[in-house]
């Protein structure tokens, strides 16, 4: 079977060693540094916000442990003009494109406010609805070849959502208008409950871009530098017209579904285990001290910095007063329509 | 002035947007060349360009989707379903998208966004081309829906639909796009979006209707004033929100109200009409509310849809039984 393989599939063995050449960025042990802090960054958020609601102070919480070096390294190659469309696994793609520890929190603790991104502004809110944020992306990608912006839309979804028919239309649209998207599938290797074997008989996810005629690329998504250097070369291929391309990330999800699932229901745990092997942290720090030094203090500080934004957001999260009541109508429209605006004085909400 | 057919007044409203805002896009199947299977975008790719009346892949989630996502990047996309019949597989995108992105982002990002579909039955087409689950949209909360039910008003009305800062979905009544002709200027005026219209003034009686079923209206009206019984005729025209004002103050008036619509009865807008005048006109009421409704059938094939159709002599026994009942 014909595949569209490039770029690097991995650049960082399990131990941190160097494979292949290191691209320019990961040469610069600032640059490093940066990745290495995200992913820590978010690892602590997942622990807090799933501390919080087990004793009730948030809501069902979608866990990315494991994950983290997909999010962040898909977000750290984009640019500003670029449009991130996050499913609801991608909180380290949120964190570098600029959403808040806090917003996370709120998003996740019910509260509408938490998708009015500080940071960029145009990012989509995590998408929920399977798959439904592709053809969405599309979209912007359309918007943005008519305004000549440069930009390229990056959605990001699950190995569970390339079954769905929005992923093939999405891809099938973008292939046939070379609209500057590219389409990234975390494939963490379970839908829920549904091994990705049982999900599509397809060898590699990244195949099905041969469906729209684009490339599929395939990398060790536990290896954020891969990560990164592949979405490189598809942003690149994006902005100067070249279309859209399809990256398969290849990952693990090392936790439950969500805090409202129990994966030992399904999966055992020397599958678990076994991957805990291969996680994208360990590597690179083990990278970071072979060939940057990289100290016993600078990583307790690094833990240390990380564990105090989060707590100091959780904080400032669970001291943020409810909107009020008429923010149930609020925002539905640009202004409130008369019919709607009666409605709920009539409902004696006010 | 000009006569134009409905589905000329569409086109005429279409051309004004894409001169008067270059923001506005128009993508569908078939739209381009052909024009749209019902040439409802005839010559608008010669003048404006194969990029801004663009003609998708055959894939109806996609046509929303993509809506959605360059309406929230400053594009002002009109979609084009071919039918209505066509529609289910965009509800996705409306009712979990569409309809959301300003809500749940506290108005950072929002979705200023048309979706055009071709609805009703009554031309004897194929199966699956004739429905009209107007109401099913009208129930998801953040999005508009309008009808129009002349040339004049899909003008006025698409015109404000496009420029309206938030998702509507238009829906044209297909039966008269060809069939009944008005004078409409390209004055590129805007009717509001909220609004009912009263087309004509009676005390004894509303009869509530809008889209194709108008004619029928009309005809019972006509029917009815021979008899000395005149009607207040409403023409919706926003499915949602609804005008309950508008319709209030006439019940209000004349004490009496029929409902008109070619959608099935159960859970259809007749239902809410009605409601809304129980819980606010009781008082004003001198006969029960009837609704004159299709049984809740799938539309049948052309050859026994006349069955389906509700007819003005319907509408008239209607109205002389709510005259009647004392």
């Not at chain 1, 960029?120 to 809110?125: A, E, K, L």
């Amino acid at each position: 079977m014909a595949r569209f393989d490039f770029g690097p599939v991995r650049v960082l063995d399990q131990a941190g060693n160097v494979e292949t050449t290191l691209p320019g960025f990961a040469r610069d042990r600032e640059a490093l540094a940066r990745h290495y802090r995200a992913m820590v960054l978010t690892r602590q958020f997942d622990t807090k916000a799933v501390a919080l609601q087990r004793t009730g102070r948030l809501g069902t919480f979608a866990s990315s442990l494991g994950q983290e070096a997909v999010s962040v390294g898909v977000a750290s190659a984009m640019r500003d003009q670029d449009v991130f469309l996050p499913s609801f696994r991608e909180h380290g793609g949120q964190l570098w494109r600029g959403v808040t520890l806090k917003e996370l929190f709120l998003f996740w603790g019910g509260d509408e406010r938490g998708n009015d991104f500080s940071g960029h502004r145009m990012d989509f809110p995590a998408c929920i609805p399977v798959a439904t944020q592709f053809p969405q992306a599309a979209g912007v990608a359309l918007a943005m070849q008519a305004q000549g912006t440069g930009g390229v839309a990056v959605p990001v979804g699950g190995d569970g959502a390339t079954s769905k028919g929005d992923f093939y239309e999405a891809m099938n649209i973008a292939g046939a208008w070379a609209l500057p998207v590219v389409f990234v599938i975390s494939n963490n290797q379970w839908a829920i409950s549904v091994p990705l074997a049982a999900q599509t008989r397809a060898v590699a996810i990244s195949d099905k871009a041969m469906a729209a005629g684009i490339p599929g690329g395939r990398v060790d998504g536990n290896d954020v530098i891969a990560v990164r250097a592949m979405m490189e070369r598809a942003l690149e291929r994006a902005r100067s017209g070249g279309g859209a391309t399809l990256i398969e990330a290849v990952t693990y999800r090392l936790g439950d579904h969500t805090t409202a699932d129990d994966s030992k229901r399904y999966r055992n745990e020397a599958e678990v285990s076994a991957h805990w092997k291969a996680e994208p942290l360990v590597r690179l720090r083990a990278h970071l001290v072979q060939e940057h030094g990289w100290t016993k203090e600078e990583e307790e500080t690094l833990q240390r910095s990380c564990r105090e934004d989060v707590e100091t957001a959780a904080e400032a999260y669970l001291a943020t007063g409810l909107q009020p009541p008429r923010a149930i109508i609020d925002h539905l429209f640009e202004s409130v329509p008369e019919d709607l605006a009666q409605r709920f004085g009539e409902a004696g909400y006010e | 002035m000009n006569e134009l057919t409905l589905v000329e007044a569409v086109r005429l409203a279409l051309a004004r947007a894409l001169e008067d805002d270059p923001r506005v896009i128009l993508l569908g199947e078939d739209i381009g060349v052909n024009g749209g299977v019902f040439r409802a975008t005839d010559g608008l790719a010669a003048r404006f360009g194969a990029d801004r009346v663009r003609d998708t892949p055959l894939a109806e989630t996609a046509i929303a989707g993509i809506a959605v996502g360059a309406a929230a990047h400053g594009l002002r996309p009109v979609a084009e379903i071919q039918f209505m019949g066509f529609l289910y597989p965009a509800l996705d995108q409306l009712a979990n998208h569409a309809a959301r992105l300003r809500n749940r982002t506290r108005g950072r990002l929002s979705c200023p966004m048309v979706l055009r579909a071709p609805f009703g039955g009554g031309i004897h087409a194929p199966e699956h081309h004739s429905e009209s689950f107007e109401a099913m949209l009208a129930h998801v909360p953040g999005l508009r829906v309008v009808v129009p039910s002349s040339p004049a008003r899909a003008y006025g009305l698409l015109l404000a639909a496009i420029r309206d800062p938030d998702p509507v979905v238009f829906l044209e009544p297909k039966r008269l796009y060809r069939s009944v002709r008005e004078e409409v200027a390209d004055d590129g005026a805007a009717l509001p979006l909220d609004r009912a219209l009263i087309l004509s003034a009676g005390d004894d009686v509303t009869l509530v209707t809008w889209g194709a079923m108008v004619q029928e209206a009309r005809e019972a009206v006509e029917r009815m004033a021979t008899e000395g019984v005149l009607v207040d005729l409403i023409d919706l025209c926003s499915l949602k929100p609804i005008d309950r004002a508008t319709i209030r103050r006439s019940v209000a008036k004349t004490g009496r109200c029929v409902v008109l619509h070619e959608a099935p009865l159960t859970a259809g807008l007749g239902a809410e009409i009605a409601a809304d005048l129980a819980e606010h006109c009781l008082t004003d009421l001198l006969a029960p509310i009837r609704r004159v409704a299709p049984p809740d059938v799938v539309i049948p094939y052309p050859r026994l849809e006349d069955q389906y159709m509700p007819t003005a002599g319907q509408v008239v026994g209607a109205i002389r039984e709510v005259m009647e009942f004392s």
